[in-house]
């Protein structure tokens, strides 16, 4: 006699078996056939044991004198873990974890858990992360600006959150990261396509590796800038980092939570962005045009007692860049500019900017393996306006100790310099450094 189902009963299990073909499907798309059928292998073998239990069950064992008779290499426990995700999700739910999906945002019948619903920084000014952003310190930053400047300059903008709090009426942003400034010229006139584009970008350890490997050249603007913010969200710490070849190499950063799809940040920098001058490359060539009453911010890798493991673009920043930026920022001071520079509270970047204005500003670090590494630190704020009189003064005629505190170690160390004059006279940067340092005679303002 064939036992009585009720029908509600079978309608229930049609629509079970159906929601888990749908969370299967689903899964497939997110994870890439790469990784799929070794997944599904697995899952297969442990609906094997999960069903030689239940079949031992129903002879009569008990749940754990099943599982023992098995002599499996897993724990009970893990077993037991396994029958329990099969009676609610089907194969789909002995689907290794790290296969799950981990994208926000996107309509699709897996229900997300509560784990990876997006999140947003309490105020979010960029729409990228970046080491060394001055979001944190705005609160100490913004009552030193100057009143009144003509321009604004940030020649290693970054993700410029000092431009988008200042809100200046003109701005020149540059850096030496041509993905960076691309993606800043796709976001200020493209915003919508790359909306879209980046609609398209799934939170998977697969996908992000597959965009990774990508070459940036191949590829359309739209795409090579949704490229880029997405593997700057989804990467360890948002850390920028690229090796001796100029290839991005920041691992997987696993944040189930970090959102890509942050619309309406872009959409707001989009319209702050509008009527802005965008440049690529050496700071000193950002800046040749800067003229009296301008202001220009420079932010660059900071100074360290040891070479950084970072390195932000293929040509890093070592000491000498440091030098030669020191040495730019006399020239904009004679010029009539107001110049700020961020670096390290180390002693050779007080000796280079000797008879400014120095500022100790305390920050946190944001990017360490160990978060008990994240500790507060100090930083210095370097500024050629507000400075007392009798402290310029004081330094005015002071000879340098060092007598090459502004110039290259020696020749052979000179990088290639591209592009037409840096400085008022139209030299080189290596020529005006050195008039600059005869016209002078070693003297310091």
Known sequence: MVPYVPVTRLVEDDALATKNLERLEALRRQIGEASWQARIARAREREAIVQEVRRRMVEGCSQAEAIRGLNAKFTEQTISRWLAQYATSGLSGLIDSTGRLTTVGQKDPIAKPRSVAPRKTRSALSFIKWVGSKQSILPQLMPRMPRNFGRYFEPMVGSGVLFLSLRPKQAILADENPELVLCYQIVRDHVESLIRALGQHRNTSDHFHRLRAQVPSTLDPVERAARFIFLNKTCYNGLYRVNRDGHFNVPYGRDARANFLDFDTLRRVSAQLQGVQLRCGDFAEACQDAASGDLLYFDPPYLGTSPSSIRYSQQGFPELAHRRLATLVRELDRRGCLVMVSNSNQPLVR???????????????????????????????IRNFDVPADHRKRHKDRPPHDRQLFLPLCSEQLPEVSGGAVYGDGSTPLQGAQSLADRRQGQIP
């Open 351 to 381: 000796k280079l900017y000797l008879g400014y204005r120095i500022d100790v500003i305390q920050l946190r670090r944001t990017v360490n393996a160990n978060a008990a590494g994240r500790a507060g630190w100090d930083e210095l704020l």
